[in-house]
């Protein structure tokens, strides 16, 4: 994973002159939300675009290192149709400078020094944290967690790329395809995987014992899964 700092004005440059047009913007938006890779031919639909027009776009995102470039199989035969989904270059772009995520990994090891880096502590501190949150919003129902369509926009505003289900048996599955502390969690997965599954039992309103990890993406999985068992 490439990492751009603010200093790389270069690079800042074309992060700008991609993402400056306000149609480009709008496609980057919908790439990003969109539950699998899009083709040209999707976005120019979806944006009243010729398909020329709308690729030119994907392609300078592309350049900007915004997106990343796939292929999806033609279900009618021929060649493999081009697809585009969000790239995983970070981008830090503060000032003045801040260091959160030096501090973070420095407080993830303070923890541990401490003895207090077991995973059963990190869940119980995230519940606390995830129940605050649920709390705190508008959205909150009877046993003061929030409903999956909250728990999704809650997710979205977090910056995750989030889909939230309820299977028939009402179990909750929340699907996340990024992972917002990536760095941290692939040097602590026990610890920030943990503070991340509580948080979510938090915002559910569910207890830890609910809850069952499936995939992580800091264990290298496309999405982080999770499992939450019906709701009294």
């Known amino acids: 994973m490439n990492i751009v700092r603010q200093w790389d004005l270069s690079t800042l440059g074309a992060l700008g002159g991609a993402l400056g047009d306000p149609t480009r913007f709008a496609i980057y938006k919908h790439v990003v939300a969109a539950p699998e890779p899009v083709s040209a031919s999707d976005v120019a639909v979806v944006f009243g675009l010729h398909r020329t027009?709308?690729?030119?776009?994907?392609?300078?995102?592309?350049?900007?290192?915004?997106l990343v470039i796939g292929t999806r199989r033609n279900p009618r035969g021929g060649r493999p149709a081009k697809v585009y989904s969000p790239s995983t270059t970070r981008?830090?772009?503060?000032?003045?400078?801040?260091?959160?995520?030096?501090?973070?990994?420095?407080?993830?090891?303070?923890?541990?020094?401490?003895?207090?880096?077991?995973?059963?502590?990190?869940?119980?501190?995230?519940?606390?944290?995830?129940r605050e949150a649920a709390a705190g919003s508008p959205g909150a129902v009877r046993n003061g967690g929030l409903t999956p369509d909250d728990v999704d926009t809650f997710l979205r505003d977090?910056?995750?790329?989030?889909?939230?289900?309820?299977?028939?048996?009402?179990?909750?599955?929340?699907?996340?395809?990024?992972?917002?502390?990536?760095?941290?969690?692939?040097?602590?997965?026990?610890?920030?995987?943990?503070?991340?599954?509580?948080?979510?039992?938090?915002?559910?309103?569910?207890?830890?014992?609910?809850?069952?990890?499936?995939?992580?993406?800091?264990?290298?999985?496309?999405?982080?899964?999770?499992?939450?068992?019906?709701?009294?």
Request: hydrophobic share 45%; charged share 20%; with cysteine.
């Open 53 to 66: 027009v709308a690729r030119s776009h994907l392609e300078k995102l592309t350049n900007a290192d915004l």
């Open 91 to 130: 981008f830090d772009i503060q000032l003045p400078p801040r260091r959160y995520q030096t501090l973070a990994g420095a407080l993830a090891r303070l923890a541990g020094l401490a003895d207090l880096s077991s995973a059963a502590h990190a869940e119980a501190l995230g519940h606390e944290l995830g």
């Open 158 to 232: 977090m910056g995750c790329s989030p889909r939230v289900t309820v299977r028939d048996d009402r179990t909750v599955v929340v699907e996340i395809g990024n992972c917002v502390f990536l760095e941290v969690a692939r040097e602590h997965p026990e610890l920030v995987c943990a503070l991340d599954g509580g948080m979510l039992c938090g915002l559910l309103g569910v207890e830890p014992a609910a809850h069952r990890r499936i995939a992580s993406v800091a264990e290298g999985a496309p999405a982080c899964v999770h499992e939450f068992a019906a709701r009294d």
